[in-house]
């Protein structure tokens, strides 16, 4: 048996691969910092065979709390991925699984390859109506690319989209890619409808470096993106530094800020009801979005989420914050589960990058609901 992690995303450390029955493994702090959570490997010589990984440091991870009711994803191919038998117990998370072929990955969620984000780009761009432009370089000197959609004229709405600051939450990029493919779809009406009075700039990935690296949460010199907004530095964040300039030369009307959260089972949405600015514009705005995305997607729900913060109590280095500070306009933090969504569980699946795409089509129906009013 072998176990090797040596390509684009892959992590895991191996403490013993000499018995089937206990396999010994400690998942990989990210390359600069201490958040540790992300897993991705590939097994080659087990076919057959029941196999017992026990992730023994678990406990010690960002999120112990994450492993609770978690199912691991596997695909012999990288392309289908399925959930398998996952528990955890005694401060140890154990995947017991059968493959049924010789060469079988395993991984935290179902992965988003930088090679996936290129052809996304590349797709994007093969549209005609998407423009790509890079504003810079990540500290390992990947580009960071920008997708502008629309007629880029002045009075014009600005709607600003990013996605994995947290490069291991990879259901962010596949929520980008589906929303992508429904913005440019020129058969859709919602769409066209959207790009007769609105310039969309939007980043599927934030965070290459960090993606490629295998981290869950922080960039190549160990920053933690989303807490990099109220002063975001060259050396350290400059894919943070890049974005906010663009965005202070653009102006924006509506932010989207997408992620996934190790233990909450639920899609919610995060709002930045704490900032100084927050007024009764912007909270009419929010409920109407809510609401739309409610009626939207039956993966959305608003009783389970971060708590409200209270009147002038946000962290503003956080990217809602900052943007809704900084331009007076709603912005969003979209969460999407690692663990299945509880209110529509799939045993097979579980939440995926599949229903990730999903929802991303269906949050351009809120964004279209509420266009008329994103400007008081």
Known sequence: MKISSNFDAGSIEIVSADNYEDIQLRIRRDNAAEFAQWF????????????????????????????IDYQAVASYDRINWFRVPTHYENGVMT?????????????????????????????????????????GFTVQQRDINLLT?????????????IARQHPGETMAEWFIEGLLNRLLDPQDPTSRALLDRATFYVVPNMNPDGSVLGNLRTNAAGANLNREWAAPSAETSPEVLAVRNKMQETGVDLFLDIHGDENIPYVFLAGTEGVPS?????????????????????????????????PGKANMTIATNWVCENFGCLAFTLEMPFKDNANLPDDDFGWSGQRSLRLGEAALSPIYAIAQNLRA
């Open 278 to 310: 927050w007024n009764e514009h912007l909270e009419t705005l929010a409920d109407q979005f809510r609401h739309h995305l409610l009626l939207a997607s039956p993966d959305y729900q608003t009783e389970h989420g971060y708590p409200r913060n209270a």
């Open 95 to 135: 995947i017991d699984h059968v493959p049924l072929s010789g060469s079988i990955y395993y991984a935290y969620f179902e992965p988003y390859s930088y090679d996936q984000h290129l052809n996304l780009i590349g797709q994007a761009q093969g549209s005609g109506l998407c423009q790509v432009s890079d504003l």
């Open 149 to 161: 959609i629309g007629h880029e004229v002045e009075s014009d709405l600005k709607i600003w989209i």
């Open 40 to 67: 991705y490997f590939r097994v080659q010589g087990a076919a057959y065979q029941h196999c017992t990984f026990n992730f023994l440091n678990a406990s010690e991870s960002a999120y112990p709390d994450g492993w």
